[in-house]
């Protein structure tokens, strides 16, 4: 039987599936899905079992302190087959910390997942040993859009503390002019952020903030009227558009590579056509129902796990 370990600080396969961690619940926990699936035998933890056949390292970076050099190092000498999930640019900064690590990651894998094709630019590798496998998404919905009555609009953000740069700063600008009630479902660490910036005078807006959790963004998605995506990454993920159009909200975002297929379904920001949104939601619906039928057929859970099945099956091919 094949055997596949996850190098990670948890040792339980688990929690990945709820972790709040996108890297983990969407991508980590569809590779355990995907490696049982294929009938392997699959564990996870910080050292590497000798037994292991293929070893999949997730997101390394500093936050790990002095483990990623423990880690680095059994990745280097072990004799197992190496998956390196590649999933943000940091080969963008080669000499910052992160950006030393996966160059070392880069140097000692035998396959590179992606989950947009854009990042496969920047990795010195065969493109046979890259394989793109979107983001899975937080199976909930796909929900109506509802036509809610707030007298005050109320505008939904979502998503961890590493995004905050870009939602401040997109409140600092124009459409933080506008009147509404921005409601943050973040961790602990963004509600700290937002709570604690300085915006700049003329603010209109008021902000609730609420721990993230699946029923949360739940219930706050819920009665908002639209959500605002700003992001900086011309490389992120498509995960968080898609999980507010099954919301059922428009959406205003930036635009970036994984939003193309998307492109007539939601407004890019700093447009006159986020304007209008902001101004009348209700007359984006459908476009958010037709999103909703795209994204299903292009992030099935089915559709993902396959896809990691591929990467496991040219391992051991």
């Given at each position: ?20 961690v ?43 302190g ?127 952020k ?29 009665y ?7 992001t ?22 930036s ?51 396959e ?11």
């Amino acid at each position: 039987m094949t055997k596949v370990h996850i190098l990670h600080v948890i040792d339980d396969i688990n929690h990945f599936e709820k972790s709040i961690v996108a890297s983990e619940r969407l991508r980590l926990s569809y590779i355990v899905q995907s490696a049982l699936s294929c009938g392997y035998q699959v564990t996870a933890g910080p050292n590497i079992p000798s037994s292991a056949q293929i070893c999949i390292s997730g997101k390394l970076d500093i936050a790990l302190g002095g483990r990623v050099n423990h880690f680095l190092n059994q990745l280097q000498h072990c004799s197992a087959k190496i998956i390196v999930d590649y999933t943000d640019n940091w080969l963008a900064k080669p000499q910052s910390l992160t950006g030393e690590i996966y160059q070392n990651l880069i140097k000692f894998s035998d396959v590179i997942s992606i989950p947009v094709q854009g990042l496969s630019r920047a990795i010195a590798k065969p493109k046979e040993s890259i394989f793109l496998i979107p983001d899975g998404v937080d199976n909930f919905g796909p929900f109506p859009p509802s036509k809610n009555t707030n007298a005050t609009k109320q505008v939904l953000w979502f998503g961890h503390s590493s995004n905050m740069p870009s939602l401040v700063n997109y409140l600092d600008g124009e459409f933080g002019l506008n009147k509404f009630i921005l409601n943050v479902v973040s961790n602990q660490d963004g509600l700290e952020k937002i709570a604690k910036y300085s915006f700049t005078q003329n603010r209109n807006f008021e902000i609730r903030n609420f721990v993230w959790s699946i029923n949360t963004l739940r219930e706050v998605g819920n009665y908002c009227d639209l959500t605002i995506l700003p992001t900086n990454k011309p490389f992120a993920s498509a995960n968080r558009l898609v999980t507010a159009f099954n919301l059922g909200l428009p959406v205003i975002t930036s635009a970036s590579e994984s939003h193309k297929p998307f492109f007539e379904f939601y407004a890019k920001s700093g447009t006159n056509q986020a304007k209008k949104l902001f101004e009348n939601p209700t007359r984006w619906h459908k476009k958010v129902i037709f999103a909703q039928g795209k994204s299903s057929m292009l992030y099935s859970d089915k559709k993902i796990i396959e896809g990691w099945s591929g990467v496991f099956q040219n391992l051991n091919s």
